[in-house]
């Protein structure tokens, strides 16, 4: 069975957010200080998580936001490898780890993580392999440019095209490396070298990504996105975050990657409600 099998009569998926890094943009670090014990805040939060119904717990040791500057491998190797061995530990959970690197991810597949989400989509030298060797489950996400300049200047003809060009690519490459296509799911990567229209252009164009036939991934919890509209800091943007993931849903998107479990369970739950009752009513 795969890891993307959607559970509760095809209810949407959730992957909870761990990011284990001293600049993460959703929070300034502070989940990485706050606790005299970090691998005690990481299953505290982990536990809070999973309690409220997240799916998968999705582990970062790497800083993507616009401008992050990457950190050596063992020092994402330093965060991300204690974390996944006490969540794999403590829980019985699908872990994923956000990473681009073969050498984490061999670590992280053998300490107990199931999935790769990987911002760079299997593109950095070994990671197609080993993936396919390990018969991991795998995000790939499109991203233009890299995080430390990626925001200066996006440029798309056509956005929508050109991510699912990329992410297509990527698929075949990735059957072709001998990764089961029932492993893979693809991440549009909203705000991940693109423009506030760009954005927008890509969530309007998610059906038309859907028809790549695999489950689509969407993450724009807290994104510059929905504080340009909302004019609010990242701080004071549950509201809009969870109106936009709710918008992805009913535009194809099948697992929501989120900092708010509790309130987007809450969400996809009435969300569901409301769509399996329509469908009732209609099909009378």
Known sequence: MSLFDQKESHRPMVMGILNITPDS??????????????????????????????????????????????????????????????LSQNFQCSISVDTSRAEVMRQVLDSGAAMINDVRALTEPGTLELVAERDAAVCLMHMQGKPLTMQENPAYRDVVFEVGTFLSARLEACIS?????????????????????????????????????????????????????????????????????????????????????????????IWTAVKNKTAEYKSE
């Open 25 to 86: 943009f959703s929070d300034g670090g502070e989940f990485y200080r706050q606790s005299s014990s970090q691998l005690d805040s990481v299953l505290n939060k982990a536990e809070q998580m999973l309690k409220s119904g997240a799916d998968i717990l999705d582990v970062g040791g790497e800083s993507t936001r616009p401008g992050a500057v990457r950190p050596s491998v063992q020092e994402e190797l330093d965060r991300v490898v204690p974390a996944v061995e006490a």
């Open 177 to 269: 490396a001998g990764v089961s296509r029932e492993n893979i799911c693809l991440d549009p990567g909203f705000g991940f070298g693109k423009s506030f229209e760009h954005n927008m252009e890509l969530l309007a164009g998610l059906p038309q990504l859907s028809e790549l036939g695999l489950p689509i991934l969407v993450g724009v919890s807290r994104k510059g996105m929905i504080g340009e509209i909302t004019k609010k800091p990242i701080e004071s943007r549950l509201a809009g975050s969870l109106a936009m993931a709710q918008e992805a849903l009913y535009l194809g998107a099948n697992i929501l990657r989120v900092h708010d479990v509790t309130e987007t369970c809450d969400m996809i739950r």
